[in-house]
């Protein structure tokens, strides 16, 4: 009786490590990160803000010094160097990649070096990549954004892929370039989708998309092959000086 109280005793504890593994802090991913270490989870919940502009890893950014602030503002580059993969996890809190901190007219922002990974994931808050840099091949297939997906002059430079993704806040590629063609084929779109001014000298995928809002690509630059099969403007679609292979078409705004 003594041998069968033990062992469930031990199950319970067990079972509750393991539990208790399947979170983890935003902190604790900034520590991996500093220290120079890959970050790979799977099935975790990240809690907190998951803050990529606090890293340790910064230069002054002198190109962008003097945007705002009349001069005064001071800007920053956060180079997160480590392979970068999260699959199936959830994430409570804020995933940050650009930071304006006006009290101190400072601007930080992240630029990536190896694989980015965010797989299968649920962003429950905003998610703000402004002014990032994604060099390697960079997937966010079959993510979920429940709040705002914040891509404003983002660059891709190597494979992108927004497959079955579900943008339920905002989503903006406003000033975005992806040189390497992207894939948001099956995606929804079911806040206001921003693609003004958008490059995609080799393409994009919007096979089976779902736009359940207005979707903006005024002054979009497209080139072959770019397919829009089964592609639904639920809501408006404003394709005006849109090109097409260098040639203007004259979209339409509902």
């Not at 230069?59 to 602030?69: E, L, P």
């Not at 002014?131 to 709040?147: C, L, R, V, W």
Request: proline share 2%; net charge neutral.
């Amino acid at each position: 009786m003594k041998s069968l109280l033990s062992s469930i005793v031990l199950f319970l504890f067990l079972s509750s490590v393991a539990y208790a593994q399947k979170s983890v802090t935003a902190s604790e991913i900034i520590a991996k990160i500093n220290n120079g270490d890959d970050i790979n989870y799977k099935g975790v919940k990240i809690t907190g803000d998951l803050l990529l502009t606090s890293i340790k890893d910064k230069t002054r950014d002198s190109k962008r010094d003097s945007w705002g602030n009349n001069g005064k503002e001071d800007a920053y580059i956060c180079h997160v160097r480590s392979k970068i993969t999260f699959e199936n996890c959830t994430f409570t809190g804020n995933v940050l990649g650009y930071l304006h901190e006006e009290d101190t007219e400072e601007l930080y922002n992240v630029n990536f070096y190896k694989e980015v990974t965010f797989k299968d994931c649920t962003f429950k808050e905003n998610f703000n990549f402004k002014y990032t840099k994604f060099p390697k091949a960079t997937t966010f297939e079959g993510s979920t954004f429940e709040e705002e997906a914040f891509f404003k002059y983002t660059h891709f430079s190597s494979d992108i892929d927004f497959t079955d993704v579900d943008f339920n806040g905002e989503a903006t590629f406003k000033y975005t370039e992806f040189p390497n063609g992207v894939s948001f084929k099956n995606a929804n779109f079911n806040g206001d989708a921003n693609f003004k001014y958008t490059k995609f000298p080799r393409g994009v995928d919007f096979t089976n998309v779902v736009f359940n809002s207005d979707a903006n690509f005024k002054y979009a630059n497209f080139r072959n092959p770019s397919n829009f099969k089964n592609t639904d403007f639920g809501s408006s679609a404003n394709f005006k000086y849109t090109k097409l292979n260098g040639r203007q078409f004259h979209g339409y705004n509902d």
